[in-house]
């Protein structure tokens, strides 16, 4: 199929102002500061999006100043900061006052649409809508999808099922395994393996994909399809995690590697799934080290953008998550020095607390911070309880640290929009989140 | 003097992968949208540097929430939406973790220069620096500041004094009436009439500077040089303002008036001031209606630079303000149909209570809100006491529109960039604050 030059012109007015091949070629480059001007190809061939969940344009500028190195008076840049083209307002289908969710958020580029809080892969009227994935396998593409929450969570499912709730984890699991040879995903690495029954990854394996739960077995992997999930549930945080659970930089790596002999290209979504959650928890330290695991994982894929320039590499979010603050209570510092002394998040505190540990000695080891009277005091009320600890912990971090939070939920602010490769430079500007979907759907029907 | 194209190579990674002729031609009219594609000129002849303080990535969210048109499904778009092309940190000079303050942060613009809080137009070593003002006078420009704080107030004063503090009001004042005639202002409009004694508004007509106070002297006035006082300190907020106070859209559409005829061109900074004032009240309604204020100045600066193809707009904040959160306390909402049909600022309710009206009357007259339990006790606790009041009608709309915030003071969030004309493309991604700064007085160097 050729380009469909009138679909694009109508997409952009920068591509009215400026004729196809000089947008997507010098154009494109130059605003990407990609260093293949003259040879960049037109339309990508590989397809990257990468969605922090919950990372408000506040998450950014956190996880900028927690990077930084301290000793140098600059604040150093981060892999985002040469990317930063244009935002996505993320309003759902339904009220105009509601909040979105992951569920409609992913949706929404998974399919193009807006649809209610809570759908997955369907439309207002419950009907499936053609998701990304299923565009790419039509034209002969790979696919995959790398997360660190479960494999069956809001955004991951979202490209790969059709489900009216976002609850209906068994319902999305079983279509997962049930997908046709021609839908079927190359890839998904992430979490989630208490949601599938022994019978269910027989059928996988029977089917000819390889089902793999550790480390050593993904680091041996040589070919696709390949499902690995490293926990029951989502992984552990980044901060938390042990030697036996990779990070989002290596599964990246890893399907990228894989995906890559495909002449055809491929489509693949990379979520930074717990910035959300550590955002929910207001876990300040959870959030930036969430923030880091996701900027090493945009690192690989910049770097194999680099040796393969026609890929297109999108990042971006579904929402904000916390109303994240850099200050709060009228004081004039945002504390990063303490925040890179913390050495576990809030859940992994809880953790260790609830498994024996005494919480005010838990966090003085953890942390820099030295319990006073009102940090006390809100460790023993939460008790054991595990939620209430996180709560508890979390709180305390933030406070020592000033960080302000306006919620446990979403809110509804815009998100920051990231791109370098062919045809990023049409995507420049704010827009509904909704149109960046209809965007690569385009390009993955003529490329 | 020529173009130094050397310096300019230099400043941005774009300007090295695409020849500077297509960068300013081609792909900056690619870019921006602008519609005088191969013939718009290589740099600014005019710049109008717009100043949103305190107007952060979520201040312009709440802003395009509060302006959508509710008859209709799509989230309409602003004059901000098209332009965006970046972000700055704002960072000030001193340690790592603390947030700027206006003072510092304008002169990183006006100076580009990394300064200490408090510090108006001087180093950290407290020496001038030369701004952007003095800059464009010495290459025969005309210049101005239009703001709707005093003109003595950090942000405008960075741009025109030199002064330790920004507290030196009165030193502040005395710079501005004692320039020399070449670094006059051709036009400084806004408020703060009180910072000048009749001695001082003596000298400055003397010197031929007409001085003026009402909005009919506005709109007659034919020529430069003129200073324009329209309170004794701010003006009054958009929303309260009565018919002889000017919009900043008015006081920028007859600065730009006066100061187009100037065939070296010019060079003004126009300030959205109380955008900052609003967030520091935590007063929702009163951030958003600046914002339309401001909005409102920045599409008169645009139909302005529409007929001169040859004027660079570049709009952006010092610093966030008061950790603005579009959602909180976990609820799914963020009340924008609320907003709009409140009539008055937090400040406009407070002074009518003060004047003698009862509170909760007022409440429930400049808004839709029915005064609950709550409301009443906070409004009782207030009393008759003005700032209290203030704060008082703030938190209440806030807690019914669902408004989150975490101080009354500044955050360390990234400031969102936006420009249209000559030289925006340079501009692109995330930089530092003092860089924009640096950029802008090299043009006026070169231009």
Request: hydrophobic residues 45%.
């Amino acid at each position: 199929m050729r380009p469909r030059l009138s679909a694009l012109r109508l997409t952009h007015h920068t591509l009215i102002s400026c004729g196809l091949a000089t947008l997507l070629a010098s154009c494109a480059a130059a605003g990407t500061g990609a260093s293949t001007h003259g040879t960049q190809p037109a339309l990508p061939r590989n397809i990257i999006l990468m969605i922090g969940d919950g990372m408000g344009f506040h998450q950014v500028s956190a996880y900028r100043q927690f990077a930084d190195n301290p000793a140098t008076p600059a604040l150093e840049a981060t892999v985002f900061d040469d990317l930063l083209i244009g935002s996505l307002a993320t309003r759902p289908f339904g009220e105009a006052d509601q909040i979105t969710d992951s569920a409609a958020g992913a949706t929404a580029y998974s399919c193009g649409i807006k649809t209610r809080n809570g759908a997955i892969g369907v439309g207002t009227d419950g009907k499936p809508c053609v998701t990304l994935l299923e565009y790419a396998k039509q034209r002969g593409k790979r696919t995959g999808v790398v997360v660190t929450s479960q494999i069956t969570h809001a955004t991951p499912a979202s490209f790969f099922a059709h489900a009216g709730s976002r609850k209906q984890i068994s319902e999305i699991a079983g279509q997962l395994v049930g997908l046709p040879a021609s839908l079927q995903l190359d890839v998904a690495f992430g979490g989630g393996s208490a949601d599938f029954t022994a019978e269910a990854l027989s059928t996988l394996q029977n089917g000819g994909m390889q089902v793999i739960n550790d480390r050593k077995a993904l680091a041996a992997l040589k070919r696709t399809p390949a499902i690995a999930m490293f926990a029951a549930q989502g992984l552990p945080k980044a901060i938390d995690r042990d030697a036996n659970v990779p990070s989002l930089a290596e599964m990246t790596d890893k399907a990228l590697t894989l995906l890559r002999s495909e002449p055809k290209g491929f489509f693949l979504m990379v979520e930074g799934s717990q910035i959300d959650w550590a955002s929910h928890a207001n876990d300040i330290v959870g959030t930036v080290s969430e923030m880091q695991d996701f900027a090493a994982a945009i690192q690989v894929a910049r770097r194999f953008a680099a040796e393969q320039p026609d890929t297109l590499i999108v990042i971006t979010a579904d929402h904000e998550t916390g109303g994240l603050a850099l200050g709060r209570d009228k004081k004039g510092y945002w504390h990063t020095a303490l925040l890179r002394q913390v050495r576990a998040s809030a859940a992994g505190m809880a953790a260790r607390v609830v498994a024996g540990a005494d919480a005010v000695a838990t966090l003085e080891s953890w942390s820099p911070i030295r319990a006073d009277v009102a940090d006390k005091q809100t460790l023993q009320q939460a008790g054991r309880d595990g939620d209430k600890l996180e709560d508890a912990f979390a709180a305390i971090v933030s406070r020592h640290s000033l960080t302000g939070w306006t919620t446990t939920g979403h809110t509804g602010a815009d998100v920051p929009l990231y791109a370098v490769g062919p045809g990023s430079d049409a995507l420049r500007g704010h827009h509904d989140n909704s149109w960046l979907g209809q965007q690569l759907l385009r390009w993955l029907q003529v490329n």
